[in-house]
């Protein structure tokens, strides 16, 4: 009875907002492994592995922004109805720290990028190039703006944890249908 009830009140998400959401969420994920990974590797390996690194941010960047307007055209499903207030207020949370960060992450990359390399652009998969941000091009700037981008980089993998704990409870302890709104092939 539980199931029903919440089936019949909880919309998905549209097929726009779950490719955005999906496609993003490789994407960070696939950056924050390949910067973990190439720590240790060769300097000509982890300079390739970097570049890409850069290129998907700047893509996570673009994506992101595309996402936010595409979100002001949509909107969302309403949350469901079952759902505490603090699950509520956690979520709505969890959403808007989601997006400025999505913004500030690679942001802040591009801003540390810019510093060290001396205002040289940024390669986007060797397609095109874009310019370097205008910030103040030495050493101690260029650290400064590599310590927020690791910084931020952690908490977007604690926020990504927290969602995947969320998601998962809704799933399997609350049994409530959330998932199947972002998953395109549930129903």
Do not use: C
Not at 3 to 15: G, L, Q, V
Not at 70 to 77: K, V, Y
């Amino acid at each position: 009875m539980r199931m029903e009830t919440i089936e019949t009140a909880a919309a998905r998400y549209s097929r726009g907002a779950m490719l955005f959401h999906w496609l993003i969420a490789l994407l960070i994920v696939g950056n924050v492994l390949g910067a973990w990974f190439s720590e240790d590797l060769p300097k000509p390996d982890r300079a390739a592995i970097m570049a890409l690194h850069k290129a998907v941010g700047i893509s996570v960047l673009a994506l992101t922004l595309a996402r936010i307007a595409w979100r002001l055209m949509h909107r969302p499903p309403p949350m469901i109805e079952t759902l505490k207030a603090w699950e509520t207020a956690l979520a709505k949370v969890t959403h808007w720290l989601f997006y400025i960060l999505m913004l500030a992450l690679p942001l802040t990359g591009w801003a540390f990028v810019s510093a060290a390399s001396k205002g040289k652009p940024v390669s986007i998969f060797g397609l095109f190039e874009v310019p370097a941000l205008p910030v103040t091009l030495n050493k101690a700037t260029a650290g400064t703006f590599n310590d927020l981008h690791s910084t931020l980089g952690w908490l977007i993998v604690a926020l990504l944890g927290l969602h995947v704990a969320g998601a998962l409870k809704h799933q399997f302890v609350d049994h409530d249908g959330t998932l199947r709104r972002m998953i395109p092939f549930l129903k």
